[in-house]
């Protein structure tokens, strides 16, 4: 059984910081592809930000030069740095990984977290 924990959510102030974590446990052979999704009420889930395994990065156009994706593969734990933070980056911050548990014959499974809150307000 895999499970991804986010944490590091919260209320922060416009042009405030946060650092986001996921944490990925269990029976884990290799994580391919990790990313950041969100949800604003009332709005479907938008993706924040991608990391491959190889360390190629993509970002919505709406954080870039603001927050900063990375992953320890060490430590099977993926980030985000979120600076200059604004009332419309609140949202419930979701983290996903493609995961190949221990003893799979194949290809990765889609894991998601349970959601951490983040809400930029003054």
């Known amino acids: 059984q895999v499970q991804l924990v986010e944490s590091g959510g919260g209320l922060v102030q416009p042009g405030g910081s946060l650092r986001l974590s996921c944490a990925a446990s269990?029976?884990?052979?290799?994580?391919?592809?990790m990313g950041w999704y969100r949800q604003a009420p009332g709005k479907q889930r938008e993706l924040v930000a991608t990391i491959t395994s190889g360390g190629t990065i993509k970002y919505a156009d709406s954080v870039k030069g603001r927050f900063t994706i990375s992953r320890d593969n060490a430590k099977n734990t993926m980030y985000l740095q979120m600076n200059s933070l604004k009332p419309e980056d609140t949202a419930v911050y979701y983290c996903n990984a493609d995961v190949i548990p221990a003893g799979s014959y194949y290809g990765p499974n889609d894991y998601w977290g349970q959601g951490t809150q983040v809400t930029v307000s003054s």
């Open positions: 269990g029976s884990i052979f290799s994580i391919e592809d």
